[in-house]
């Protein structure tokens, strides 16, 4: 924990009120209270609206739920919509905080980006913080939608454990041998198959606090984050001390054929709680809107405040994929002779891209035979 990358102690951070934010208070007295997390950044707004509404949705109103949305210079606009849209609710609070002051504070700007993933999933980490007069919070990805009241999940009994997570099995099934080494060496997990995907993530708060201050947390940041950022941070500080939930509850979407065989599979894929939109290809996508699971984001994407927009970009995609048609069928083509000439992990990569872009394409015939574009 030496050299230029140290943080200073705890203390003298804590010290600088001028650059702290005040801990949250929390929104209900209920001890109950269903506290959910999210960190967004206005990039992120189009995936974040439908999730928020999935979850108005099936609040339970026998129970009070206090929504936080984490943000950083969000445009204002977007702060009022959200909040009109918890409004009729009165069993639900919902607020956007700016956390600039921790963002400029600990330097995130330095740390590692890129793969999809901005600023904002670093916000996570000054969770416990931020949060010192909550025992526990539910961290949500907002490419996520709700489909059950979230209650249950929230009140997972978690003992000593730092969290409740669910395996990411897309990564340890296509686990590279350096991917594997990074796990085992830099992550310090003896056994790769317990790497969880931190997209649904049920912090225990106290247990955090007691054993990771945020100057660790954020230490840990700049040393384990560079393949999967925080995820590989949380991973790594919180390996054997976590409590495995159900796959049911951080679907991801595209990995049918995964999730049959494992166990829980089936309940994960015919009954889903919570389903995560995983990869590049998302549901307001061409590419996305061909999958069942997409169905689900649709459903409430239509009645949320964003229902326009979406439609919109959703269009937008579709004219881009009709006039990239004829380099699609090239680059499957490709695929499809690769996929013949490879072995292992290579053929599988290469089988399962071919078959994405076989969808893909039928996609766009069944655009074009409608004229719909």
């Known amino acids: 924990m030496n050299g230029e990358n140290a943080l200073p102690a705890p203390g003298k951070e804590r010290a600088k009120q001028e650059n702290s934010l005040v801990p949250l208070e929390p929104a209900f007295a209920e001890a109950d209270t269903v506290t ?18 999935s979850i108005l949705d099936n609040a339970s109103p ?9 943000t950083q210079n969000f445009l204002p606009q977007y702060t009022k919509m959200l909040t009109d849209m918890a409004a009729p609710f009165s069993h639900v609070s919902l607020r956007v905080l700016d956390v600039s002051p921790l963002v400029n504070q600990w330097k995130v700007e330095d740390l590692e980006t890129g793969h999809r993933l901005s600023l904002a999933t670093y916000y996570r980490l000054f969770i416990p913080e931020l949060f010192l007069k909550y025992a526990r919070v539910l961290y949500l990805d907002g490419d996520t939608v709700v489909l059950e009241d979230l209650y249950g999940l929230f009140h997972t009994r978690l003992g000593e454990a730092y969290a409740g997570v669910v395996v990411d099995a897309n990564i340890i099934r296509d686990m590279s041998a350096s991917f ?8 310090e997990m003896e056994d790769e198959s ?7 993530t049920l912090l225990n708060l106290s247990a955090i606090r007691r054993d990771f201050p945020l100057a660790v947390l954020m230490e ?15 991973n790594s500080l919180f390996y054997g001390r976590v409590v495995f939930l159900p796959l049911r509850y951080n679907m991801m979407w595209l ?15 015919e009954h889903p709680a919570v389903i995560h939109y995983t990869g590049g290809g998302k549901p307001w996508t061409l590419y996305g ?33 009709v006039a990239g048609y004829s380099s699609l069928r090239r680059k499957y083509l490709r695929c499809r002779i690769l996929a013949a000439v490879t072995f292992g992990r290579t053929r599988r990569h290469y089988q399962e891209k071919a078959g994405a872009m076989r969808e893909l394409i039928a996609v766009i015939r ?8």
Not at 62 to 70: P, Q, S, T
Not at 292 to 321: M, N, S, V
Not at 366 to 373: C, G, Q, R, S
């Open 36 to 53: 959910v997390v999210f960190g967004a950044d206005n990039g992120f707004i189009v995936p974040l609206t439908p999730c928020l509404q």
């Open 62 to 70: 026998e129970h009070r739920y206090d929504i936080v949305v984490l």
């Open 180 to 187: 594997r080494s990074y796990v085992h060496k830099t992550l």
């Open 194 to 200: 317990r790497y969880f995907n931190a997209g649904v």
């Open 220 to 234: 840990q940041a700049r040393l384990k984050s560079a393949k999967h950022r925080d995820q590989d941070v949380l």
């Open 255 to 269: 990995d049918k054929e995964l999730y049959l065989p494992m166990p829980g599979g089936r309940e994960a894929l």
């Open 289 to 321: 809107s061909g999958h069942t699971a997409a169905d689900f984001f649709w459903k409430y994407a239509e009645r949320c405040p964003l229902a326009a927009e979406i439609h919109r970009l959703h269009d937008e995609d579709c004219r881009g994929a």
């Open 366 to 373: 069944n655009l074009l035979d409608k004229d719909e574009v």
